[in-house]
């Protein structure tokens, strides 16, 4: 299995040249016929449990790879690489988001024709991640119930900025006392459109609908 770690020196990367570097990285998934996946939610909201669970359901249908962003660990990506999953690691030092230079360094590093689809998760925070167009094919917000009521009401232009909406661990709802159809009209107001999924990753439910609405 191929297991990569880069680490970024953010001065160097700041804001400038983002949105160029976007288009890059989307015509280079493009050019490999690649479904990029961008997953952006806070720490605790289980975005790495979701991408395990969506590649224990996906790894034989495809070849993936997982980017993981994270500080300084690359505990999320070795659990991924556990389902069979080749991962790249990125490591921001201090930057609290993944920006598309980032993405760009990892791209240019790995043969792409071996992949079919892409998982990227995103540093765990759910403000600024949003602000930086990766050049993916589809941005993925994860709350859930164990965060309260508000996650949502609070991240508005996340929320805006995103294609679709995961509420997970949805199993735990009940004995949280937790509404989650409040939080799906919080979702509403944003955004009448959005797609919202009521996920468990643990238990696989709501699973099947998302990878539908992912096309894959
Ligand atoms: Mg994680
Ligand atoms: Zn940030």
């Known amino acids: 299995m191929n297991e990569k770690t880069i680490s970024i020196d953010v001065q160097k990367d700041l804001f400038g040249a983002n949105e160029e570097a976007a288009s890059k990285n989307a015509e280079i998934f493009q050019k490999h ?19 395990e669970s969506l590649c224990e359901r996906l790894s034989d249908k495809y070849p993936i790879l997982m980017i993981a962003g994270d500080l300084a660990t690359r505990i999320d990506a070795d659990r991924v690489g556990a389902h069979d999953v080749d991962t790249v690691q990125i490591n921001t030092g201090t930057a609290c988001h993944l920006d598309a230079r980032m993405i760009h360094v990892a791209l240019k ?20 991640p949003a602000g ?15 965060e309260g009521p508000y996650m949502v009401r609070k991240h508005p232009l996340t929320i805006k900025r995103s294609d679709m909406v ?51």
């Open 33 to 51: 016929g690649i479904v990029s996946i961008d997953i952006m939610g806070s720490v605790g909201t289980g975005k790495t449990q979701l991408i």
């Open 109 to 128: 590093d790995t043969d792409l024709s071996k992949y079919k689809v892409v998982f990227i998760e995103n540093v765990g925070n759910l403000i600024c």
């Open 132 to 146: 930086y167009s990766l050049g993916v094919n589809k941005k993925v917000v994860v709350v859930s119930v164990t």
């Open 166 to 216: 995961v509420i997970n661990k949805i199993d735990l709802a009940e004995v949280l006392e937790f509404d989650v159809d409040a939080l799906v009209d919080d979702v509403r107001e944003v955004d009448a459109k959005l797609p919202v999924f009521r996920v468990s990753s643990k238990t696989g439910q709501g699973l099947d609908a998302l990878i539908a609405h992912l096309g894959l």
